[in-house]
Nanobody, 122 residues
Framework: QVQLVESGGGLVQAGGSLRLSCAAS????????MAWFRQAPGKEREFVGL????????RYEDSVKGRFTISRDNAKTTMYMQMNSLQPEDTAVYYC???????????????WGQGTQVTVSS
């Protein structure tokens, strides 16, 4: 069992930055690939990006490439997402997830955090 807790969300103006964290705990938490998803009001949960269990590989959804950067510190069992040049369309609840696959589908992930709200004002 893996527990995930996100933090770092908040309100920021367009063009601003935020860094989200996802603290993992539980058995073999460092052995999982980890991902970020987001869900805006009235929309389906969508993939943002993911990072391999050892941090060597990352993958991003096209709209965040060049603006968001995912990293992880396995010594702290924590994943991060640095979000720069934020836009109002980035407003959503952001969730972290852990799973064994290298895939962008939410149903492939075994463990989820509770989410953290990111609001970008124009």
């Amino acid at each position: 069992q893996v527990q995930l807790v996100e933090s770092g969300g908040g309100l920021v103006q367009a063009g601003g930055s935020l860094r989200l964290s996802c603290a993992a705990s539980g058995r073999a938490a460092n052995g999982y690939n980890m991902a970020w998803f987001r869900q805006a009001p009235g929309k389906e949960r969508e993939f943002v990006g993911l990072i391999s269990w050892n941090g060597a590989n990352t993958r991003y959804e096209d709209s965040v490439k060049g603006r968001f950067t995912i990293s992880r510190d396995n010594a702290k069992t924590t994943m991060y997402m640095q979000m720069n040049s934020l836009q109002p369309e980035d407003t959503a609840v952001y969730y972290c997830a852990a799973g064994r696959g290298w895939i962008s589908l939410a149903r492939a992930y075994d463990y989820w955090g509770q989410g953290t709200q990111v609001t970008v004002s124009s």
